[in-house]
């Protein structure tokens, strides 16, 4: 066939021999994009391939019976180590395989000395990237190797708009920069909830509702989620916890029995006084039918867990969007007259934009308070740090006004929510939203 690769002889089935990082393996004439036979043993793995390595078998065996149908890519160790000095240590072959390591453990397994692979040092400087390409397209990366993925192309200085644009069509289609900020987040939760993704008993989706909680509260959420409630509702019971008062009374015919409380009658909490050895057993407590929380109780916890979830979702519309960006300047505009044409909370957006503006790392200047910071920006004159101020209180106003408005939200309320679905991807999930936005009706109809 016209354009097939030779294929590397096999001289024998030994194990490939070991080869020292100083021997020469490259004439003067090799340059990027040629094919080179090069030895297994020349060749180490890639430090930022997180890929689990499964089915490297069932990939000889493929070979085997057909042959090496894709030739692999690698970089120079001297090349590779300048531009990530950091991964010394584990480079431990002249060559740094770019992409194809299953293909060069297959190899090994059917005792092939050499593997035809693309020299590709020119791309260098984008190796993470293409490595996180490949194995998306390759195979399904669990979301937590995915997180691992775009954690190291943000600390690159990629945003999560930039990385999205970039990795394109994955195996599962076009991703979004909310989608890339979602899974990076993952890596910020609990070890229980993190433990829980690796073994497949808690959903991305479950997951990523929790990102806000404390690590506690996290595994509060993950209990009632693998005990059958529903992450939005789980979610809700949580945050209900946290307005609680912590010194809630205790009934009077409550002892302590160092496991926790178990109610006593008086006769034996008078026996177990004067010393009795056997106390007299307490009447069992008559059974008594769960009643359902009121209403008004309900659409409250709602609320709530609605208003953790929207303010997730402005953090992560004030981290990902580029100002800049021409392709933004609509949703700014629209974010700032929704604020300018409701009632004004300044004070109130403003300390609540500038937490948004510190945990998202985009604050840039040093305040000690809310005042002091939208001071300093309106006297640095900097053009890109005002307008980004100046999104993040009017999101914030926003969802104040949002919050307070206890009654049928209005037409501000809904362009605001408009604008966390179609840019944050926010899903409202509550029922009483729902039924604000007139989505639960949509769904009954259905």
């Known amino acids: ?118 020299l590709c040092d020119d791309k260098v400087n984008e190796a993470r990237l293409i490595t996180l390409i490949e ?60 433990q829980a993704l690796k073994d497949g008993t808690l959903k991305v989706s479950a997951a990523e509702k929790a990102q806000k909680l404390s690590d506690s509260d996290q595994r509060a959420y993950l209990g009632l989620v693998r005990n059958g409630v529903r992450p939005a509702e789980a979610h809700a019971q949580v945050v209900a916890r946290q307005l609680q008062p912590a010194d809630a009374p205790v009934p009077e015919n409550t002892v302590s029995n160092g496991n926790g409380s178990a109610k006593r009658n008086s006769a034996e909490i008078k026996a177990v006084s004067k010393g009795n050895a056997k106390p007299a057993q307490p009447t069992p407590p008559a059974q008594r039918k769960p009643q359902p929380a009121p209403a008004h109780d309900k659409a409250d916890a709602d609320r709530r867990a609605a208003a953790a979830a929207r303010d997730a979702a402005c953090r992560l519309l004030l981290e990902t969007t580029d100002l800049a960006d021409p392709a933004t300047h609509e949703l700014v505009l629209g974010v700032l007259a929704t604020a300018i044409l409701a009632p004004q909370q300044q004070s109130a957006a403003q300390q609540r934009a500038f937490t948004w503006l510190k945990e998202t790392g985009r604050h840039g200047l040093d305040a000690a308070d809310a005042a002091s910071y939208f001071t ?71």
């Open 376 to 446: 300093a920006v309106q006297d640095s004159g900097d053009a890109a740090s005002q307008r980004l101020a100046a999104f993040a209180v009017a999101l914030a106003a926003a969802e104040l006004r949002t919050i307070a408005r206890r009654r049928s939200w209005g037409s501000r309320e809904r362009a605001h929510l408009r604008v966390l679905q179609e840019h944050a991807e926010y899903e409202p999930q509550t029922e009483w939203e729902k039924n604000e936005l007139g989505m639960a009706a949509a769904e009954g109809s259905r």
């Open 135 to 194: 194995n998306l397209r390759r195979a399904q990366l669990d979301p937590l190797e995915e997180a691992e993925h775009y954690r190291g192309l943000r600390a690159e200085g990629l945003s999560y708009e930039q990385i999205a644009e970039k990795v394109g069509e994955t195996a599962e289609g076009a991703i979004s920069k909310g989608t890339v900020w979602k899974r990076a987040k993952l890596l910020e939760l609990a070890p229980e909830m993190q």
């Open 1 to 118: 066939m016209a354009g097939t690769l030779p294929r590397p002889k096999r001289k024998s089935t030994k194990s490939a021999p070991v080869v020292a990082p100083e021997e020469v393996l490259y004439t003067d004439t090799d340059r990027d994009g040629d094919t080179l036979d090069v030895a297994l043993g020349a060749l180490c793995p890639n430090p930022f391939n997180k890929r689990k390595k499964k089915g490297v078998p069932e990939l000889a065996a493929t070979i085997r019976e057909v042959g090496l149908l894709q030739n692999i890519a690698h970089i120079r160790a001297e090349t590779w180590i300048a531009a990530y000095p950091e991964t010394k240590d584990q480079i431990t072959a002249p060559n740094v395989i770019l992409f194809g390591e299953h293909r060069w453990l297959a190899l090994q397994e059917l005792g092939w000395d050499t593997i035809p692979s693309v």
